[in-house]
């Protein structure tokens, strides 16, 4: 497999409000560097991503989608990280059977105190969706400038 | 059409050194509905937040976006400043160009696009943005107070002091917590229990603070204000209200082989106890595992003697239903099992002991009155070894990575204590630092060293093997000095770390209060904000946040009580207006944002509706109570038919997010 050098992914991170956005502001209070290829959507609980926003994510071209929440047991909402994880272990799937990877979805969590594995967990899936390469599996060209 | 105004904050250097602020406002500037951007030093600083007022007025703005810190830092800072402009405080966002951006990235380019990318994103969500309402709700003017110890004694009477009522909650059958079973404290040397036992009478007096001992927190509900609690009082079958406290049944029951808690095991108790002397309430408690009339039947000897007749055999457990406005969490500590910590030989020989364990050993009150025997033979000790760090900053699966920050003081203490009360002992300590940041704190450690000559090692102890005769071969090592070290000891004083009480995790989850990963409560901020918990209406008092000392405990009780009076002064709470809201028209009233919600904030209701026949058809429909809603937004994603919507994060408002960073 060839690895384009030039390519830059387009990655999306959907971020709790309470934990994983706090996580990332953590990761920036500590300087943890982690390529600007990440752009993170707050959202007041993992559960408040709506499976059509990760459709709409790669229909408008993105390369990867992150979905961070609290760890189980410990959501702000009691139990929104858990309606988080069966929605996502579905669509993921869909999404695998569609021809996006499996590799360029994925759910973590990252707790308020977790800067480093924020970062670590970015660094990371930026590096294997730069590996798979460009996205072009849903991708709606009629929505592209 | 929509007048935005874009502000990008220099934060200083910390946005402006990685960030070119100047092109990121000239950018944002060109972007169709925004009428103005600026790039300013200081946003938050009141020159800044006067330049966005009068943006707001002059240009007749419909939404502000401001690029700079994080919105959990300034979020508050900017609607205000737009509110008091006459602009929905809602229809403001803020582009995280700092914690997100400049902080991570080095390239200026780079960060520079990214910045665009992010105010672009904030602008799109601002365009959707709709202006928001807070409602209000009342305030239950009384306070919950969660564990009995030195953490939550202080913090009930001083929220008592203020005029509002505050229940105790506490498990043991007294209050008083782990400062009752220390003998002196560091650095002034006070006896715990002269400076704990008239403040548990305070509590016990005072008109305004209710205490239920021996009980535990089964459930919690509701939302800061307006918590419903359930208690569980356990059965304690004995009636608190006769109870004098006497204390004779204590010394008739006849089943006397009953580890004492207190002392920890150290000694034995009876069946039916009163933990220790100045215990309050001062009420016996039967202990059902060991109680023979309750086990088999056989036995009422405690009802015979009982004067006051008291005791009831057939007590249940009870349950009480309270309203608070505040939760308290103060659960306190308890130190790590140290099994796992072969080396130290603590499972093979009475005569390795915990430093809570020398404590009771050398209380008045203790199982010896005072008197400092080994548990093997009763044998005064002549040389002790005290090891610090068993399981602190500890880098495997056996300890705690944390430092548990009161050991080194209260060894020094201990050391200290002996050494002055029986000066032919040789005391030796091993640490690997000695930690003595505190008021009087190292002066009190040289004391130690240069008064009472104890022998302080930097180094570790590899290993304690016992001998038949009870006295223990110490084996470690001296790092300054370069050698092993061999001491033939007659006690061995492990400084085992401090974790969280075991309660505290289903606490925390019933209370959706988060915490780290050592199980300590997360503060609402590390600096700003240590005593209040990220979630509305819980604070935090004592060692449930993190190891401290008494000082500090009674520092942190007194803050944290601070800030419950101040939510409990005010009538009214501004709620989240970020809420569910249900489109009547869209709503089918399938019930599915119903079982998702954990608020149960979510009702049906029988709705007429006009059809084109003009006939009026009664439809079920989805109605979200807004008082109780938290905002999650589980039930918009549960929602078939798209009827149900979160305010302020809006479908429609995280697609436009998404659109903006993919184009």
New interface residues.
């Given amino acids: 497999m060839s690895v384009n050098n030039e390519f830059r992914p387009?990655i999306?991170a959907f971020c709790c409000n309470?934990?994983s956005?706090?996580g990332?502001?953590l990761?920036?209070?500590n300087?943890?560097?982690?390529p600007?290829d990440v752009?993170?959507?707050?959202?007041?609980?993992s559960?408040?991503?709506?499976?059509?926003?990760i459709l709409?994510?790669f229909q408008?071209?993105?390369d990867g989608v992150i979905l961070c929440g609290?760890h189980p047991?410990?959501?702000?909402?009691?139990?929104?990280n858990y309606?988080a994880r069966r929605?996502m272990t579905l669509l993921f799937s869909m999404l695998d059977y569609l021809g996006i990877e499996k590799e360029r979805t994925r759910v973590e969590w990252v707790?308020?105190?977790?800067g480093a594995k924020f970062?670590a967990t970015m660094n990371d899936f930026v590096d294997t969706v730069t590996k798979l390469g460009p996205n072009r599996r849903l991708e709606d060209l009629r929505?592209k400038? | 059409m929509n007048r935005i105004g874009v502000f990008v904050c220099h934060c200083g250097t910390n946005i402006a050194a990685t960030v070119d602020v100047h092109r990121v406002a000239e950018t944002l500037g060109k972007e169709p509905s925004v009428v103005i951007a600026k790039d300013y030093q200081y946003m938050c600083s009141e020159a800044g937040q006067n330049m966005i007022k009068d943006a707001i007025r002059e240009y007749g703005l419909t939404g502000l976006v401001v690029c700079s810190c994080s919105p959990r830092m300034h979020e508050a800072t900017f609607r205000k400043a737009a509110a008091s402009a006459g602009l929905n405080p809602y229809l403001v966002e803020i582009a995280n160009i700092r914690e997100q951006d400049s902080w991570i990235h080095k390239d200026i380019e780079e960060a520079t696009e990214k910045a665009v990318i992010l105010g672009r994103t904030a602008i799109a969500k601002v365009q959707l943005n709709t202006p928001l309402t807070a409602g209000e709700s009342p305030v239950t003017k009384r306070a919950l107070v969660i564990g009995g110890g030195i953490a939550g004694i202080q913090t009930a009477l001083d929220i008592a002091e203020a005029g509002f009522e505050v229940d105790i909650v506490e498990k043991q059958p007294t209050i008083g917590g782990k400062m009752a079973q220390i003998d002196k404290t560091f650095p002034t040397l006070d006896c715990a229990a002269c400076i704990l036992t008239p403040k548990m009478v305070d509590c016990a007096q005072n008109d305004k603070i209710t205490i239920y001992s021996y009980s535990e927190v089964a459930a919690v509900s509701g939302f800061v204000g307006n918590f419903s609690v359930k208690i569980k009082r356990k059965a304690r079958f004995v009636d608190e209200t006769k109870c004098t406290g006497c204390g004779l049944c204590t010394e008739k029951c006849p089943q006397k082989k009953v580890p004492n808690e207190f002392n920890l095991g150290l000694d034995n108790r009876r069946a039916i106890y009163i933990p220790f002397a100045q215990a309050v309430p001062k009420v016996a408690t039967i202990d059902p595992d060991y109680c023979n009339m309750l086990k088999n039947g056989k036995c009422g000897v405690c009802a015979k003697v009982c004067g006051a007749q008291a005791i009831d055999y057939k007590a249940q457990d009870t349950y009480v239903e309270q309203q608070y406005g505040a939760i308290v969490v103060a659960t306190g500590f308890n130190p790590i099992n140290i099994d796992a910590y072969d080396e130290y030989a603590y499972s093979q020989s009475q005569n390795v002991v915990t430093s809570l364990e020398l404590e009771r050993l050398m209380n008045a009150a203790g199982p010896n009155g005072g008197t400092l025997l080994r548990p093997s033979d009763k044998k005064h000790p002549k040389t002790i070894v005290f090891v610090q760090c068993v399981g602190s900053r500890c880098d495997d699966s056996r300890g705690k990575g944390y430092c548990s920050k009161i050991c080194c003081m209260y060894t020094a203490k201990h050391a200290m204590l002996i050494r002055e009360k029986y000066p032919d002992t040789n005391v030796y300590v091993f640490y690997i630092d000695v930690r003595t940041p505190g008021k009087n704190f190292d002066e009190f450690y040289r004391r130690a060293v240069e008064q009472y000559n104890v022998h302080y090692v930097k180094g570790q102890v590899g290993k304690v093997v016992p001998k038949s005769d009870g006295n223990l071969i110490v084996y470690g090592s001296d790092l300054i000095e370069g050698k092993r070290l061999v001491i033939d000891a007659d006690m061995v004083v492990l400084a085992a770390a401090i974790e969280p009480d075991k309660s505290a995790r289903s606490i925390a989850t019933m209370l959706t209060a988060s915490m780290d990963t050592n199980d300590f409560f997360t503060e609402a901020h590390p600096k700003l904000r240590p005593v209040e918990s990220p979630t509305a209406g819980i604070f935090l008092s004592g060692v449930c946040q993190g190891p401290k000392d008494i000082p500090e405990t009674v520092a942190q009780a007194t803050a944290c009580a601070g800030k419950v009076i101040g939510l409990l002064v005010k009538d009214k709470l501004t709620c989240n207006p970020c809420v569910a809201h249900s489109d009547e028209l869209m709503c089918n009233g399938c019930s599915s944002c119903e079982k998702v919600c954990p608020y149960g904030a979510i009702t049906y209701e029988e709705k007429g509706f006009r059809q084109p026949d003009r006939t009026t058809k009664m439809r079920r429909v989805a109605i979200v109570n807004e008082a109780v809603c938290q905002g999650c937004g589980a039930c918009t994603v549960a929602c078939p038919s798209g009827a149900m919507d979160l305010k302020g994060f809006a479908n429609k408002q995280i697609m436009a997010e998404v659109d903006a960073i993919c184009l």
């Fill in positions: 387009k999306v309470w934990c956005y706090a990332a502001d990761a920036g209070t300087r943890l560097q982690y600007a752009k993170i959507i707050r959202v007041p609980c559960c408040r991503v709506n499976p059509m926003f709409r994510a408008r071209g993105a609290c047991g410990d959501c702000h909402y009691t139990s929104g309606f929605r707790s308020a105190a977790e970062a929505c400038n």
